[in-house]
T-cell receptor, first 110, second 117 residues
Framework: QKEVEQNSGPLSVPEGAIASLNCTYS??????FFWYRQYSGKSPELIMS????GDKEDGRFTAQLNKASQYVSLLIRDSQPSDSATYLC??????????FGSGTQLTVLP | DGGITQSPKYLFRKEGQNVTLSCEQN?????MYWYRQDPGQGLRLIYY???????QKGDIAEGYSVSREKKESFPLTVTSAQKNPTAFYLC????????????????FGPGTRLTVL
């Protein structure tokens, strides 16, 4: 089993809708998770960090961590075409280093 | 301006040639990392360094080498032993991992796209 696994997508939502991205992980002790956004041909950009169980909101973005079910999610409210990108989930992996999911490609349709 | 720089942006390698990718940061971060990304895939860790003069292999270190002589710099050499080096190479840095709340955020440079001719 991969240490950090994302629903593969791709995901398409209409402009203004809520986009929901999910990630599951295998390390029960994990405390820290991160969401990165990567535009085509560019490097990943950190958009959210979450360190404790529950929700964390930042503008249109909400990260949710559920330790009991071992998943972390990212909700994007009022999705905009500029949100179209690949979203990478990252969490602790082997050797106590960050490990990345394979990414979910999101397209927001005008 | 604080940040991470990588050079060159594009690099072409001939068969049997070693090439070195540059990574510099002025964020005063202790830790630096090299990742490789292949099309449609996530990032895979090549090497990382948490302190000057020390570095560790990641998941795919074979065919690569690094050095960490200065806190600000972490160059990656892709050797001729790496049989499939065509990929997008990303350097990242962070404060030292496992502060009191576990792993910390990593910040990425703009990347180097390496192509084998």
């Amino acid at each position: 089993q991969k240490e950090v696994e994302q629903n593969s997508g791709p995901l398409s939502v209409p402009e203004g809708a809520i986009a929901s991205l999910n990630c599951t992980y295998s390390d029960r002790v994990s405390q820290s998770f991160f969401w990165y956004r990567q535009y085509s041909g560019k490097s990943p950009e950190l958009i959210m960090s979450i360190y404790s169980n529950g929700d964390k909101e930042d503008g249109r973005f909400t990260a949710q961590l559920n330790k009991a079910s071992q998943y972390v999610s990212l909700l994007i409210r009022d999705s905009q075409p500029s949100d179209s990108a690949t979203y990478l989930c990252a969490g602790p992996g082997s050797a106590r280093q960050l490990t990345f999911g394979s990414g979910t490609q999101l397209t927001v349709l005008p | 301006d604080g940040g991470i720089t990588q050079s060159p942006k594009y690099l072409f390698r001939k068969e049997g040639q070693n090439v070195t990718l540059s990574c510099e940061q002025n964020l005063n971060h202790d830790a630096m990392y090299w990742y490789r990304q292949d099309p449609g895939q996530g990032l895979r860790l090549i090497y990382y360094s948490q302190i000057v003069n020390d570095f560790q292999k990641g998941d795919i270190a074979e065919g690569y080498s690094v050095s960490r002589e200065k806190k600000e710099s972490f160059p990656l050499t892709v050797t001729s032993a790496q049989k499939n080096p065509t990929a997008f190479y990303l350097c990242a840095s962070s404060f030292r991992p496992y502060r009191d709340r576990g792993l910390v955020e990593q910040f990425f440079g703009p990347g180097t796209r390496l192509t084998v001719l």
